[in-house]
Nanobody, 116 residues
């Protein structure tokens, strides 16, 4: 059974930081990519950051220079370091994993709220 367990969300003031983690288990085949998406109320889910095996990270323009995606291959874990958070970053953040056969897996989501 494939599981993506996310953690690290919460409430933070504007300008603050959070670090999200997503640990993948039960994936039989090698991982092709790991990514973070987010969905704000009333909006479509959007890609925040993506890291493909052997490649460089990619970021949405809205988070470039503030967010950093990283991956621990030994632990099948992906992280999202979020700095200089803004109210518009408020959303449910979802972890996404694609294996080498292009099967997609999603985490359950973790709420990030940026507010005073």
């Amino acid at each position: 059974q494939v599981q993506l367990v996310e953690s690290g969300g919460g409430l933070v003031q504007p300008g603050g930081s959070l670090r999200l983690s997503c640990a993948a288990s039960g994936i039989i085949f090698s991982i092709y990519s790991m990514a973070w998406y987010r969905q704000a109320p009333g909006k479509e889910r959007e890609l925040v950051a993506l890291i493909i095996s052997g490649g460089l990270p990619n970021y949405a323009d809205s988070v470039k220079g503030r967010f950093t995606i990283s991956r621990d291959n030994a632990k099948n874990t992906v992280y999202l370091q979020m700095n200089s958070l803004k109210p518009e970053d408020t959303a449910v953040y979802y972890c996404n994993v694609v294996d080498i056969h292009r099967r997609l897996y999603w985490g359950q989501g973790t709420q990030v709220t940026v507010s005073t």
